[in-house]
T-cell receptor
Framework: DTAVSQTPKYLVTQMGNDKSIKCEQNLGHDTMYWYKQDSKKFLKIMFSYNNKELIINETVPNRFSPKSPDKAHLNLHINSLELGDSAVYFC??????????????FGEGSWLTVV | GQNIDQPTEMTATEGAIVQINCTYQTSGFNGLFWYQQHAGEAPTFLSYNVLDGLEEKGRFSSFLSRSKGYSYLLLKELQMKDSASYLCAVKDSNYQLIWGAGTKLIIKP
């Protein structure tokens, strides 16, 4: 069984479009994250939610809007896509908040290409 | 600023031992993680160090020296499947994870 699953895995879309990436975890974790991994391979946190509440909101354009309907789901909606948004987006989860040593489990990633 | 430094790429031979170093300068320290990431896949957890010393887990070991801002990941009896990127990440004083860019390890027969 997949622990952290995200869809779609691959997404090619035109500039200016709006798209969503969905994420679900079946680990019973309290905290979920969205990370962006760019071409230089740096993993950068975008958002973190704990029990459906936003706890980390890094400096990302407000075109990116996370939504957590319940603690097992954290979706990412992106408006007015730009070429620079092309990257791999990883959903992740962990037990407890970020102020602990708990391991982060990653989804398989969503490869977004904006053309 | 906060910084995690790792070599960009390393090459080693199957059956050998390799050490991947990580140095960090962060605002505070609340633990260091090593993750493995195969090409096109998600990072997977390898180890966690919060106290100085060596943590051994099978063929993989991780060492931490907080006073030196230094860690290494030691891989023994290298196998071809160990070809991957190895990511070092540090939790700072705000418990946020700061990630290195990863070290691409190439294993040759």
């Amino acid at each position: 069984d997949t622990a952290v699953s995200q869809t779609p895995k691959y997404l090619v879309t035109q500039m200016g479009n709006d798209k969503s990436i969905k994420c679900e975890q079946n680990l019973g974790h309290d905290t979920m994250y969205w990370y962006k991994q760019d071409s230089k391979k740096f993993l950068k946190i975008m958002f973190s939610y704990n029990n459906k509440e936003l706890i980390i909101n890094e400096t990302v354009p407000n075109r990116f809007s996370p939504k957590s309907p319940d603690k097992a789901h954290l979706n990412l909606h992106i408006n007015s896509l730009e070429l620079g948004d092309s990257a791999v987006y990883f959903c992740a989860s962990s037990q407890g908040t970020s102020d602990s040593g708990n391991t982060i489990y990653f989804g398989e990633g969503s490869w977004l290409t904006v053309v | 600023g906060q910084n995690i430094d790792q070599p960009t790429e390393m090459t080693a031979t199957e059956g050998a031992i390799v050490q991947i170093n990580c140095t960090y300068q962060t605002s505070g320290f609340n633990g260091l993680f090593w993750y493995q990431q195969h090409a096109g896949e998600a990072p997977t957890f390898l180890s966690y160090n919060v106290l100085d010393g060596l943590e051994e887990k099978g063929r993989f070991s991780s060492f931490l020296s907080r006073s030196k801002g230094y860690s290494y990941l030691l891989l023994k009896e290298l196998q071809m499947k160990d070809s991957a990127s190895y990511l070092c990440a540090v939790k700072d004083s705000n418990y946020q994870l700061i990630w290195g860019a990863g070290t691409k390890l190439i294993i040759k027969p």
